[in-house]
């Protein structure tokens, strides 16, 4: 019986420079798209997995990887009855809405204005806000802790003229009694010190966010309205946020998950120790103290994975709230 071309009797009889051939071109694809594979493997899929299962360990790493010891679900359960870690995850949920929510209601009206009323100098402005995002975070944590210096801290030493310029002593006299204020030295003022040095650092990345979806936005809306004589409030909140909602979905989502990973800021601020009574120490700090000082492995891994589930189930109820209805309107 003939045998019909292409079958593997028919392949067998080719010369192998054509089966090296036909090989390589099936496999140059994979071969090609291999190394993004291997170093996912390496460096992405095999630390969180050995996370996981380090948060089930006791280990310390200074005595060898034979010293890990199998405790099921003991960290977590420690992790639910520590104070340190509730405060940490408290402090954390505090500067995150405090230095969160100020950057949108700033940027997105920042931005309109820009977009909308200085067009000539949007780019330069823009810019200049978006310049302290891509600064340092530890060089920019080290000019605040001299801001906030109690003595000679630029922010007290405003104040206490403000305090007694005979122009504003009336709305800022009352501070004198007050001053100067121990900004990183007393409970009360590490969070909202931390919230501010947060807020001025990132708020230029949503203008620029908030800016981008603006530029979407066809201005013959706003033209329609002005000859319907909408003012330029009306026509920011009937078009503008409305037609902005998947942005703002997106730079929301944004700062839920860098807020509550925040590290860098509050442990230069405080030198390390989450400041008095712990009150800047955040989840990340937390994490990395009792990992890196303490040498509790497993605690820290087991921190890790509780501090994902609270970013991941924030941001899943911020998607379910706000995400659907925000995408939805634009399409």
Do not use: C
Not at 38 to 53: E, K, N, R, T
Not at 171 to 189: H, S, V
Not at 214 to 233: H, K
């Amino acid at each position: 019986m003939q045998q019909r071309p292409g079958t593997p009797n028919d392949r067998a009889h080719q010369p192998l420079s054509t089966r090296i051939d036909r090989w390589q071109r099936r496999a140059a694809p994979y071969l090609f798209i291999s190394p993004f594979f291997i170093l996912f493997a390496i460096f992405g899929l095999f630390p969180i997995l050995f996370s996981a299962y380090l948060s089930l360990q006791v280990w310390n790493p200074v005595q060898g990887l034979g010293t890990m010891r199998f405790v099921g679900l003991e960290n977590y359960v420690f992790l639910l009855d520590d104070p340190w870690f509730w405060r940490s995850m408290s402090n954390t949920i505090w500067i995150a809405i405090a230095s969160g929510l100020p950057q949108h209601l700033v940027a997105i009206p920042l931005a309109f204005a820009l977009v909308m009323g200085v067009r000539s100098l949007r780019h330069p402005l823009t810019a200049i806000y978006f310049m302290p995002y891509i600064t340092s975070a530890v060089a920019v944590a080290l000019v605040f802790s001299t801001i906030f210096g109690t003595q000679f801290g630029v922010l007290n030493q405003v104040m206490a003229y403000l305090a007694q310029a005979s122009w504003s002593a009336w709305l800022f006299g009352g501070l004198a009694d007050t001053l100067p204020i121990n900004w990183l030295g007393r409970a009360a003022y590490i969070k909202p010190a931390i919230s501010i040095l947060v807020f001025w650092q990132f708020f230029g990345f949503n203008v620029v966010l908030y800016t981008a979806g603006l530029a979407t936005i066809p201005r013959t809306y706003y033209e329609a309205a002005q000859i319907d004589g909408a003012s330029t409030r009306q026509s920011f909140w009937h078009i503008t946020l409305p037609l902005l909602r998947p942005m703002i979905f997106f730079a929301v989502t944004f700062t839920i998950i860098g807020n509550l990973q925040l590290f860098d800021q509050p442990f230069i601020l405080t030198g390390g120790t989450g400041g008095t009574a712990q009150s800047g120490m955040t989840a990340a700090m937390y994490l990395y103290r009792t990992g890196f000082e303490w040498l509790e492995m497993g605690t820290a891994a087991a921190i890790s994975w509780l501090l994902f589930l609270v970013i991941g189930t924030l941001t899943v109820i911020h998607f379910y709230f706000f995400g659907r209805s925000g995408l939805e309107t634009r399409e």
